[in-house]
C-alpha cells in the first residue's frame, strides 16, 4: 500500500475536508487504503454502489440522490467510499444533496470519498474536495506482494526477486499479481525465463495505456553520427541518477528539447540515449492521447505519466511535440492538458528523462522553452563534412561493410546538403545497385546515389534558414563543429 497516500488522507480527513476526490484504475487497493485510513481514525470504511447500495443493507441503490439519503440516515464515524463515482456525477439532485449533506458529516466525524479512474467534479463540489490520485505500486509495494507469492514455490534469491519486481513496474498490483502467477506457471518456478515473461506480459498489458508504448533501444549513442556537444552533454549527466549525486547535491537530470531540421536524428539520440544508460524507453504518443475513445486526454496523460514515474529511471520520449499541442491555444480541452502536462514536467520528483523533439519553432508554445522544463535546448542542424563521412561510416558498417575502402572524405564532400536520413538512404539505394547487378557496392554507387538526391534543404531552405536564425541566440548547438551554421547565414 501507498503509505505516503494513505498519510496524506488520514491528514484531509483530520483537517477537516469532508469530501475526497480519489481518482484510481485499482478500485480493490482503494479500499484497502481507506479501510486503513478509517480504522486509523477509529471510524468504519462503508462503501456504496449504484447497483447494491450502501454496505450489506442494499439501502440507496440506484442513484446518486438515493445513496445519499442513505448515507444521511448513517450516524456513526465513518469514511463513505463511493464507488464508480466518475457515473452518477450528473445527477444533479444528488450534486445538491451532498452540498447540503457536507456541514453534518463534520459535526458526525464522516467523509464521503469519491472513488473512480477520471473524476471530472460539478463546477459546485471543485471548490469543495480535496483530490488525491493514488499511484501506481512502487518497488517496495511490489517486492512485499511477490516475496508472499514467491514463498509458496519455495526459497527464492533476492536478486531474481527484484529483477521480477523492477520487470513488473508500472503495472497496477492487481495486474502485477496475475503477471507474476502466469509467468511463474510457464516456468514451473521463479527464475530467468519467468521473468522474461514478465516483461512481456508487462507490454502486452501496458497497450491499454493508449498514450505510452515501449520501444526496444538497442543502438547506443556511438551508432548516432556526428552531435558531438549534446553526446559530451549525455556523457557527463550519465552518473548523475545515483545516490552519489544526490549525495554530492545534484538533483537528477530532467530533459532535453532538440530542435531541428527534419531527418538529423534527433528521435535517434532519444532512443540511443536510453540504450546508453541502460533505461527503459517509453513514447509518449499525443496524438493517441487526445484521439482515445475510451478516455478522456486528461486521463491519458496521467496514466502515461504514472506509468513512466513507476518504471524510473526511465527515459520518455515526445516525438514531434509541437504538434501534439498545436490546438493548446485556441481548444480549452488541449490547453488544460497542455498546462497539467508543463507542471508535470517542471514538478516531476521520479528520474524520467524527457526527450521532446521538434521541427517547427513557430508552433512551439513559449511556455514550453521556459527554464525549468528541461535542463538544455539543443539545435540540431544539418551534418557538417566530417559528420557526414562519419554517418556515412556509420551505415556502412550496419550494412557489414568496412568503411575504410570508400572515398569517405570525397562523397562527404559532394553530399553538402544532405540530412542524416538522405545520407543513410543513399548508402542503402547503393547497395541496391549494386546487388541487382551481381557485384560489390562501391564509392561510384554512393556517389550516384548522392547526386540523385533532392535534399530537403532545397524544398525547404526559407524555413531552415528561420530555424537557423532562432536558434543562433536561443539554443545550444548540437554539434561540436558549428561551421554549417555560419555557412548559409
Known sequence: MSSACAEELRSLVRSGWRLVALETFEEDRALALLERAASGAGAA???????????????????????????????????????????????????????????????????????????????????????????????????????????????????????????????????????????????????????????????????????????????????????????????????AFGEEARRFGLPAPRGLLLLGVQGCGKSLCAKAVASEWQFPLLRLDLAAAFGSALRSPEAAMREASQVAESIAPAVLWIDEIEKGFAAAETDARSSRVFGSFLTWLAEKRAPVFVVATANDVSRLPPELLRRGRFDELFFVDLPSQRERAEILAIHLRKHQRDPLPFRLEELSASAERLTGAELEQAVVAALHVAFAAAREVSSDDIANALTQTVPLYETYEERIKELRDWARTRARSASLDSRMADLFA
Request: hydrophobic residues 45%.
Open 45 to 239: 470504511c462503508v462503501r456504496w454502489t449504484l447497483a447494491s447500495g450502501l454496505g450489506d443493507g442494499g439501502q440507496g441503490a440506484g442513484s446518486l440522490d438515493a445513496g445519499l439519503a442513505a448515507i444521511s440516515a448513517h450516524r456513526e464515524p465513518a469514511l463513505f467510499a463511493l464507488l464508480d463515482a466518475h457515473r452518477v456525477l450528473d445527477d444533479p439532485r444528488g450534486v445538491r444533496r451532498l452540498r447540503d449533506l457536507l456541514p453534518e458529516l463534520g459535526a458526525r466525524r464522516q467523509a464521503v470519498v469519491l472513488v473512480g479512474p477520471v473524476l471530472e467534479l460539478p463546477l459546485e463540489l471543485v471548490r469543495d474536495a480535496a483530490r488525491l490520485e493514488l499511484p501506481l505500486p512502487g518497488h517496495a509495494e511490489l517486492r512485499g506482494l511477490f516475496a508472499k507469492l514467491a514463498e509458496k514455490a519455495g526459497p527464492v534469491g533476492p536478486e531474481l526477486l527484484d529483477a521480477a519486481v523492477r520487470g513488473a513496474l508500472g503495472l497496477s498490483s492487481g495486474e502485477a499479481v496475475r503477471v507474476f502467477r502466469k509467468a511463474c506457471a510457464v516456468s514451473g518456478a521463479l527464475d530467468a525465463a519467468a521473468v522474461a515473461e514478465i516483461v512481456r506480459d508487462k507490454r502486452r498489458a501496458l497497450r491499454r495505456t493508449p498514450a505510452l508504448a515501449f520501444h526496444d533501444a538497442e543502438e547506443g549513442l556511438g551508432e548516432v553520427g556526428g552531435l558531438g556537444e549534446l553526446k559530451r552533454w549525455l556523457t557527463e549527466r550519465r552518473r
